[in-house]
T-cell receptor, first 114, second 114 residues
Framework: DAGITQSPRHKVTETGTPVTLRCHQTENHRYMYWYRQDPGHGLRLIHYSYGVKDTDKGEVSDGYSVSRSKTEDFLLTLESATSSQTSVYFC?????????????FGNGTRLTVT | TQLLEQSPQFLSIQEGENLTVYCNSSSVFSSLQWYRQEPGEGPVLLVTVVTGGEVKKLKRLTFQFGDARKDSSLHITAAQPGDTGLYLCAGLPQGRQGAQKLVFGQGTRLTINP
């Protein structure tokens, strides 16, 4: 299994509070991604990173920010959590871009915003 | 936004039966991937198809990429309880370079009853 650790695994927070989710990898892969998974929507890309301090938006980036200060860590921040951000969040990594570099996923963080 | 429509969303069959899951789009994809996800875990890549008309087999699972690279199917022969899980298709939109900005289908939750 790819060395990907997501923390925390579960979190309950109140509307309006800031939340940071962490993804840590031991594979030294260049690309890192944050997805959210919701029933009926599959997985949707929030943000991704293609190197230290290099990040870009995905299809559902509103309300989220990311940072990557080290190769191994990719942080996802909800500045002011809303109930619509209740979801399961997955981090993924890939060694390179393109079709021959598959994604490896972490085991997810279940976030509940009350 | 490019969409992948996956069908059926739910499927419950008896052990030993055959089944097919479909993944359709009006858009062309450079490649199509199939993942399987267990409860509490992240998706795990099963296969990547790249060439239009390509067929790949993984034991009792057969994956096909449509000739026009707009659709794909997963066929399972003689399903077993161990095949139970959430199956996700994911496409890499044509023309995108660099990061694996996959578009995911909604998923098919498959239950194989003993």
């Amino acid at each position: 299994d790819a060395g990907i650790t997501q923390s925390p695994r579960h979190k309950v927070t109140e509307t309006g509070t800031p939340v940071t989710l962490r993804c840590h990898q031991t594979e030294n892969h260049r690309y890192m991604y944050w997805y959210r998974q919701d029933p009926g929507h599959g997985l949707r890309l929030i943000h991704y990173s293609y190197g230290v301090k290099d990040t870009d938006k995905g299809e559902v980036s509103d309300g989220y920010s990311v940072s990557r200060s080290k190769t191994e860590d990719f942080l996802l921040t909800l500045e002011s959590a809303t109930s619509s951000q209740t979801s399961v969040y997955f981090c993924a990594i890939s060694e390179a871009g393109g079709v021959n570099s598959p994604l490896h996923f972490g085991n997810g963080t279940r976030l509940t915003v009350t | 936004t490019q969409l992948l429509e996956q069908s059926p969303q739910f499927l419950s069959i008896q052990e030993g039966e055959n089944l097919t899951v479909y993944c359709n789009s009006s858009s062309v994809f450079s490649s199509l991937q199939w993942y399987r996800q267990e409860p509490g875990e992240g998706p795990v890549l099963l296969v990547t198809v790249v060439t239009g008309g390509e067929v790949k087999k993984l034991k009792r699972l057969t994956f096909q990429f449509g000739d026009a690279r707009k659709d794909s199917s997963l066929h399972i022969t003689a399903a077993q309880p161990g095949d139970t899980g959430l199956y996700l298709c994911a496409g890499l939109p044509q023309g995108r370079q660099g990061a694996q900005k996959l578009v995911f289908g909604q998923g098919t939750r498959l239950t194989i009853n003993p």
